[in-house]
């Protein structure tokens, strides 16, 4: 049942409602309500996705309690095994054909004959998401920054917790388990907030990124068939749906969290504002970010290290970021060309900026867009030649005019994306200068506003998420 999707929604105000019902002073039945609606929630889309979900929850759960209680050295025998056993299910469902398929592929150079047929299976949804956020509070405890949780179903609350489940924000333990343990009372304020995002997750994810998908589909399935401007816009409008409907997920998975009184990390702030790439993944899918600094780029050597190592190390960790959203050359290649990206930039000294003048920063904005805009293009192709064969068609055709065949689902895209364009603007560059943005008719009207945009050009038909198959 995703969140987006008319049944959750007349569900979940019966689910909120019998939530705060429950005495505050009853934190335990609050708890399992979480825990059953959670459960019950992921179990919507396939029921045995269920035991994969336990097993990662109960071998992480032990895992921490072992590696507290031994010595130093024993810990360093047991985290890469329990590391192993935490990783398993997410390996064998996800990418095991993807490296049976290339040990194929190498010895093919030298004609010997080797597959493994079978590998076909279902990933369970969220798989990615929850197995990181498990494996980090593993090294949370490894390394002493947390406690090792000694109540189970705690624990999974924590790991099941509907609203990121299936998309993330990725959290941190020693920032989801303590709100877990001393739930709050009810919040008039957070609760409120969370209505606001969910109401702007419901607009990026309806309105922008589903009526952009419609287009961007129908481009990139025939791509041979439109011109080269067909193809370059709609590889811009791309990267507005995948931004739009990740950060729509996120923003209504914080908001609902919010309802219930929880506070999880935000995961966007912007990122089409960067001025360089670097400055890009401190604003994208920033859970994923700090999961790879503190559990990839930092174990490496990080930055205190010589040069090359560093810039090494930057490459192994976008790599690594590559293959977690896809077993696909293509994500490997995206994900390559961010850690090059980054190297590059290092090496030019522009990594670090302070405050740019604003045509430097609108220029350094326009240059940085256009590195991600055209990684998007691999990330979103079925294979590394379709990507080529996608580009050198925009090089020799790119001038020439748009033949718009769908000219409908651009034309309601086009009208809803000044409103995206506006308020990131203003969150960007002038949050806090004005008084209207406080006032109560202005915030009334530009909500009404947002449901009547939902109501006349969304998309209501239940999409998926783009980043729930990752």
Not at 13 to 33: E, H, M, Q, T
Not at 286 to 314: A, E, F, H, V
Request: glycine share 6%; aromatic share 18%; hydrophobic share 50%.
């Amino acid at each position: 049942m995703v969140i987006n999707s008319f049944i959750f929604w007349l569900v979940y105000p019966f689910l909120f409602l019998f939530y705060w019902v429950i005495p505050s002073k009853n934190a335990v039945l609050r708890k399992w309500y979480l825990i059953i609606v959670s459960y019950l929630i992921y179990m919507s889309f396939n029921p045995s996705f269920t035991l994969v979900l336990l097993y990662v929850t109960s071998i992480t759960f032990g895992a921490a309690i072992c590696i507290e209680n031994a010595d130093k050295k024993k810990r360093k025998k047991l985290l890469p095994l329990f590391l192993i056993a935490s990783f398993a299910p997410l390996f064998l469902l996800k990418y095991l054909r993807f490296f049976a398929d290339a040990f194929s592929d190498l010895l093919a150079l030298f004609h010997i004959q080797f597959q493994i047929n079978g590998l076909n299976w279902i990933i369970p949804i969220g798989i990615s998401f929850y197995t990181l956020q498990t494996v980090a509070y593993v090294v949370e405890v490894y390394y002493d920054k947390t406690k090792a949780e000694r109540n189970f179903s705690d624990y999974m609350l924590f790991v099941s917790f509907f609203p990121h489940i299936v998309c993330g924000p990725i959290s941190f333990a020693s920032e989801l388990l303590p709100q877990i343990k001393h739930p709050k009372p009810f919040n008039y304020d957070l609760a409120t907030r969370g209505l606001k995002r969910i109401l702007w997750g419901m607009f990026l994810k309806l309105v922008i990124a589903d009526r952009a998908g419609l287009f961007v589909d129908s481009v990139y399935r025939d791509f041979m068939l439109y011109s080269g401007g067909d193809c370059i816009v709609a590889s811009i409008i791309y990267s507005i749906q995948i931004y739009a409907d990740f950060a729509g997920y996120s923003m209504m998975a914080i908001g609902i969290a919010n309802t219930l009184g929880y506070q999880l990390v935000d995961n966007f702030r912007r990122p089409y504002f960067a001025v360089t790439v670097g400055d890009f993944w401190r604003r994208w899918h920033i859970s994923l970010s700090r999961w790879l600094k503190y559990n990839i780029y930092i174990p490496l050597g990080g930055s205190r290290c010589s040069k090359l190592r560093n810039y090494i190390n930057l490459l192994l960790t976008f790599t690594v970021s590559g293959l977690w959203h896809g077993a696909n050359w293509t994500y490997v290649f995206w994900g390559l060309t961010h850690g090059i990206a980054l190297v590059v930039e290092k090496m030019l000294g522009i990594h670090k900026f302070g405050d740019l003048k604003m045509p430097v920063r609108l220029f350094r904005i326009f240059i940085t867009f256009n590195i991600v805009n055209f990684s998007r293009i691999f990330f979103r192709m079925p294979t590394i030649s379709d990507s080529f064969e996608l580009l050198g068609h925009m090089v020799k055709d790119g001038l020439s005019p748009m033949t718009l065949t769908d000219e409908t689902n651009l034309l309601y895209f086009l009208i809803a994306l000044p409103i995206l364009i506006f308020v990131d603007t203003w969150e960007e560059f002038f949050k806090g200068k004005s008084r209207l943005e406080n006032n109560t008719y202005v915030k009334w009207a530009f909500a009404v506003f947002l449901v009547l945009c939902i109501l006349t050009v969304g998309v209501l038909d239940s999409g998926q998420f783009i980043y729930a198959k990752f």
